[in-house]
């Protein structure tokens, strides 16, 4: 194993826990076989996918108006 190895972050693909994080992360995953150009929107729909599923965790699935905490 090489010092890279040894500081690279375990892969998304193993899953984080909830299937919605995992979707949007795999998204990422298409980054490779893209134009530079067309990285900001992957990363644009990836961060609102995200944010929806914090906002869902911060507010319960089922009272969105519900204040934090």
């Known amino acids: 194993m090489s010092a ?7 892969s998304a693909s193993q899953g984080t826990g909830d299937a919605r994080v995992d ?3 795999r998204e990422l995953d ?5 134009e530079v150009s067309e990285h900001p929107a992957v990363f ?13 965790l911060r507010t319960g699935p ?6 934090a905490g």
């Open 4 to 10: 890279m190895d040894e500081d690279a972050p375990e």
């Open 23 to 25: 979707d949007a992360l």
């Open 30 to 34: 298409d980054l490779a076989g893209l």
């Open 44 to 56: 644009e729909r990836v961060h609102g996918q995200l944010v929806e599923v914090l906002s869902e």
């Open 62 to 67: 089922d009272d969105p108006g519900r204040p």
